[in-house]
């Protein structure tokens, strides 16, 4: 490599698929801005956040943000081609490094088109596939043509580094979020919610398929808890770009929940809540954060349903439960996601001090394994880029 090359501003190519992968990019961006002695561009496909962080997408974030076979089907053309093209401009920037984020049916893809078409450039994946979980042969595939793993968990390395591909646990994001700072007694001053009123927070996700399905199982469930509890009043934080959807269907609900959106809001919203239902996903470790009782609540459509059952080998979905290898936080998913027994759970954790206090202690238990020796999870996960980095343009 000439000198000449070497003095150029590095350019990072970072591709995320959904809203968790695009605060995941974020934080990385701003980390890496102060782990890097000298200016870097930024290149790739992300959302509002990446973007307000210098990043411009290629494309809108919302066309990865699929989930399950027959979700993903009628988008593949589109998708085939979203991959084709990112490839090619990958290839032109040219960067000094990879960084895929989550999302791995997309990112993964394109990582090892990548690798075919230049060897030479860095390959990184952020947020390691559940191969402890399921398809645990990913890993072996995956050590054919990336240079590295972050995992956000402190037990996944060992399922990679095993098989030859370098692994470095960075520590779970959750941790640098504000959920800790939230104030539920202005969220409930904002929207006219006393002191003393008891508040369900609901939430069905942030993809279209799961929220279409979900939101009629929690139309259900809020029937039978109102009428066990009169006075419940309902949130439902949901992301910008659902939010049309989601009012749309919670027209003609007998009670109509508030409808927030953005980070900041959610937050609060949990902060106000004596209880929450939630789709599964790394909201359960928010919520654990701010430690609310919770529920988790889980449907595929039918085909999706029984691939799962098929192959998923972990004996719990909630990260709480997984950490603790107990079922701290009740799991009702698939078949069992019905709205008498979600209304059941809930119920118990709005009228049960013990079962609160319990699973309280529990959700920071779990907590407690996500840390890394005090190091912010986006400034180790920089570190890691620009190690990654260096060694592959050396």
Not at 76 to 82: G, T, V, W
Not at 86 to 103: H, Y
Not at 310 to 327: A, R
Request: positive net charge; hydrophobic residues 45%.
């Amino acid at each position: 490599m000439t000198s000449d090359a070497l003095q150029k501003t590095p350019v990072i190519y970072l591709i995320a698929g959904e809203p968790s992968g695009d605060r995941l990019g974020a934080r990385l961006i701003a980390a890496l801005k102060t782990e890097h002695p000298g200016p870097l561009e930024f290149r790739g496909i992300g959302g509002e956040m990446m973007e307000r962080e210098g990043l411009a997408s290629r494309f809108p974030i919302t066309d990865l943000a699929v989930m399950g076979l027959a979700e993903v089907l009628p988008r593949l053309p589109r998708l085939l081609r979203h991959i084709r093209e990112t490839v090619d401009d990958i290839a032109a920037s040219r960067p000094a490094i990879l960084v895929t984020i989550d999302a791995p049916d997309f990112g993964l893809r394109v990582a090892r088109q990548v690798k075919a078409k230049d060897a030479t450039i860095p390959l990184l994946h952020y947020v390691a596939p559940s191969v402890w979980a399921w398809k645990a042969s990913r890993a072996r595939k995956m050590a054919g043509y990336l240079d590295g793993v972050m995992t956000l968990l402190p037990f996944e390395p060992d399922y990679f580094t095993r098989v030859g591909l370098a692994a470095d646990f960075v520590g779970h994001p959750v941790l640098e979020s504000a959920v800790a700072q939230a104030d539920g007694w202005a969220f409930r001053t904002r929207h006219g919610l006393g002191s003393d009123a008891r508040v369900a927070c609901l939430l069905p996700g942030s993809r279209a398929g799961e929220i279409e399905r979900l939101m009629p199982i929690l139309r259900e469930t809020t029937e039978l808890l109102d009428e066990r509890y009169p006075d419940l009043a309902y949130v439902l934080p949901t992301v910008s770009h659902m939010e049309a959807r989601v009012r749309k269907l919670i027209q003609g609900w007998r009670r109509q929940p508030i409808v927030v959106t953005g980070e900041a809001e959610k937050f609060d919203a949990f902060a106000a809540s004596n209880v929450a239902i939630a789709a599964s996903g790394t909201v359960a470790l928010e919520l654990a954060m701010a430690r609310i009782p919770n529920v988790i609540i889980y449907k595929f459509n039918p085909v999706t349903s029984w691939l799962a059952r098929k192959l998923v080998k972990s004996k719990y979905v909630n990260l709480v439960n997984i950490l603790l290898d107990e079922e701290a936080v009740p799991e009702l998913i698939l078949e069992n996601c019905r709205p008498e027994w979600i209304a059941d759970a809930a119920s118990k954790l709005l009228s049960d001090a013990d079962a609160v206090g319990r699973q309280r202690r529990q959700l920071g238990d779990a907590l407690a394994l996500l840390s890394r020796d005090g190091i912010a999870p986006s400034h180790a996960a920089a570190q890691v880029v620009l190690r990654t980095m260096k060694k592959g343009r050396s």
